[in-house]
């Protein structure tokens, strides 16, 4: 059995890295596919990222990565994949991810969305709270690979706008 798991993975976090391979164990092949969506514009090129998690899934014999455009279903339809893997971090996920597994349902009745719960470790973690910590020079070395935490490095060290203050002030106690 085959499963896509879409997404940006902008960039690819640890949190991704541990649904891949939990999906990697429960299906036969698993594909990870970055979508090109025209409406956002990413950190990364597609190109950039398809390097990224190939690079990050490597020790993965299961897990082929590549990109598409366009909706999902006909996509997993193209490839003969009969799973959506989507991983759920909170109560606010499940709804929006429920209403796209309706929604595509709608479209083929051939694909099943499959959920897995985020680990514990990851589920406060996203691509966009990676991308903020680094945008303010914060360290996202603990919140993905080492290889993506150097790229997201050098891009933020040519696009730096904002950088976090050196000293803070203390605040004086309150007197009674």
């Known amino acids: 059995m085959i499963a896509i798991y879409p ?3 902008d960039p690819i976090t640890f949190g991704h890295l541990d649904l891949i391979e939990r999906g990697s164990k429960l299906f036969e092949r698993v594909i990870v596919a970055v979508l090109r969506n025209p409406n956002k514009t990413p950190l990364f090129s597609v190109q950039k990222r398809l390097e990224q998690i190939t690079l990050s899934v ?3 014999p299961n897990v ?3 990109s598409f455009d366009g909706l999902t279903v006909n996509y997993a339809q ?3 994949a009969s799973v959506l893997l989507r991983g759920l971090r909170a109560v606010s996920d499940f709804e929006v991810e429920l209403q ?3 929604t595509n349902k709608t479209l083929s009745t051939q694909i099943e969305t499959v ?3 985020t680990s514990n470790e990851y589920s406060f973690l996203s691509s966009s709270v990676v991308r903020e910590i680094a945008r303010f020079g914060g360290s996202v070395d603990h919140l993905i690979p080492p290889h993506v935490a150097l ?3 050098k891009c933020y060290a040519h696009n730096k706008t904002t950088s976090n203050p050196k000293i803070t002030e203390a605040v004086p106690p309150l007197n009674n």
């Open 115 to 117: 959920f897995l719960a």
């Open 151 to 153: 790229d997201i490095h």
């Open 7 to 9: 997404g940006s993975f």
């Open 100 to 102: 796209m597994a309706h």
């Open 58 to 60: 490597e020790h993965l």
């Open 78 to 80: 193209i490839r003969g």
């Open 64 to 66: 082929e990565v590549d």
